[in-house]
């Protein structure tokens, strides 16, 4: 099976990219997050592969840019009643730190914030995944679930927390927040502060 790629970014869809790799053009299925942060067209890309098969759709590919987000797709649909499509609608809205930091809260809400994730699925993602190492960073879902340990979550997920919340707060759609908050932090890099990224967030939406 497909493990990775490593090609041009050629194409990109609604619902997948075309990745050119020495001429030979692969259809990879992805998440909103990944196609919002792939290079430009003709640019190099490195895209992280989870190969599926099937008897009715044959093989699928599912990209994603980090290990971490590829880990939590699969962590996802090891739970009933979690597909590809829900799996991928969840990472659309949580990246894997702060799906991992949800599942310590026991947050169903932020998980349930996903198209076509109802309170009882939002409720199993977050028992299911209780405990399961989501991401390669600090293990944020086996601290207890109180005040004190909120320092310790990853830097960038706070901040980009804070930026779509901030935005909302402005009475911007969650769902235009998260994404130029999101597409401001891939330009920005992790150490943009919050005020960076909400002001990146402004003039995207400007445009």
């Known amino acids: ?50 190969s599926q098969w099937s008897e009715s759709q044959g093989l699928r590919l599912y990209g994603f840019l980090t290990r971490d987000d590829r880990r939590a797709f699969v962590l996802l649909q090891a739970i009933q009643g979690v597909g590809p499509k829900a799996a991928m609608a969840v990472l659309d809205v949580l990246s894997p730190a702060e799906l991992a930091s949800a599942v310590a809260r026991e947050d169903k809400a932020a998980v349930g914030r996903a198209n076509g994730v109802g309170p009882k699925l939002a409720l199993r993602i977050v028992t299911e995944l209780k405990g399961k190492p989501i991401t390669d960073g600090p293990v944020l879902m086996s601290a207890p679930s109180s005040a004190a340990s909120a320092p310790s979550a990853p830097a960038k997920p706070a901040a980009t927390g804070d930026a779509v919340a901030a935005l909302m707060g402005l009475g911007v759609a969650e769902v235009n927040a998260r994404r130029v908050v999101e597409a401001a932090a891939a330009k920005l890099g992790d150490e943009a502060s919050v005020q960076a990224l909400i002001k990146a967030g402004l003039q995207e939406l400007g445009r």
Not at 13 to 18: D, P, R, S
């Open 1 to 50: 099976m497909i493990g990775r790629l490593r090609g041009a970014v050629a194409e990109v869809g609604e619902e997948e990219a075309l990745i050119d790799v020495m001429g030979v053009g692969y259809i990879v299925r992805c998440g909103q997050r990944t196609l919002q942060r792939l290079p430009a067209l003709g640019e190099e890309t490195l895209v992280h592969i989870e």
